[in-house]
């Protein structure tokens, strides 16, 4: 079935810091992919998407591309901000499937001034 | 505009004790999902509708959850006989048609706890 792996957290960094969370994923589709956030308080929020191979989303400045070859969606950022603290999740939703959302275990990231 | 909004934000109940959770979804959003996020975890699918239909029912762990939608707006989720397990947050999202590609709306969830 489907699935999405993405890394261990916490992450801990500090502000300007650049940002790698790594996200692979297993699907029998076409899946679209998605990184979601929640802050803390917060319900989740959609930071980005991308719904085909080699697409690349971006949102305040987070960016991560779609790569079919490696079956991987990376989110980056060049320098982070004590705000983007947070829990980051990957997820997939394939249209062969339902269209529900396969989530990952989520990543903490928290950013020190 | 309104988003997705759910009520309870609590709910505490006592073990064999039945539930109800509401979700009510962004206007004009024809697609509703369920999902269910323990601690630590990401959410986990638990039922699909499409308007007034279950499209996927298949992450409803057991005959105990169930949904309804009856017309096509507000919906919602019921368990009976409630277990220590089913301790957990309650999520509702909507989306547009359905589609895969778009983006799925989040309300800020029902933390339910069982006693």
């Known amino acids: 079935g489907n699935s999405v792996t993405q890394m261990e957290g916490p992450v801990t960094l500090s502000e300007e810091a650049f940002l790698t969370i790594n996200c692979t994923y297993t699907?029998?589709?076409?899946?679209?992919l998605f990184w979601y956030v929640q802050y803390p308080g917060e319900g989740l929020q959609l930071l980005l998407k991308?719904?085909?191979?080699?697409d690349k989303g971006s949102n305040k400045g987070f960016e991560a591309t779609y790569r079919k070859e490696t079956t991987s969606f990376h989110l980056e950022k060049g320098s982070v901000q004590v705000s983007d603290s947070a829990v980051y999740f990957c997820a997939l939703s394939d249209h062969g499937y339902g269209n529900k959302l396969v989530f990952g275990a989520g990543t903490i990231l928290r950013v020190k001034s | 505009g309104a988003g997705v909004s759910q009520t309870p934000s609590n709910k505490v109940t006592e073990k064999g004790k039945y539930v109800e959770l509401r979700c009510d979804p962004i206007s004009g959003h024809t697609a509703l999902y369920w999902y269910r996020q323990s601690l630590g975890q990401g959410p986990e699918f638990l039922i699909y509708f499409q308007g007034t239909g279950a499209a996927d029912d298949s992450g409803l762990p057991n005959d105990r959850f169930f949904a309804v939608r009856p017309e096509g707006s507000v919906s919602t989720l019921k368990i009976q006989r409630t277990e220590r397990g089913d301790s957990a947050v309650y999520l509702c999202a909507s989306s547009f048609t359905g589609q895969s590609q778009e983006t799925q709306y989040f309300g800020p969830g029902t933390r339910l706890l069982v006693l």
């Open positions: 991308a719904t085909k191979a080699d």
């Open positions: 699907a029998t589709g076409y899946p679209s």
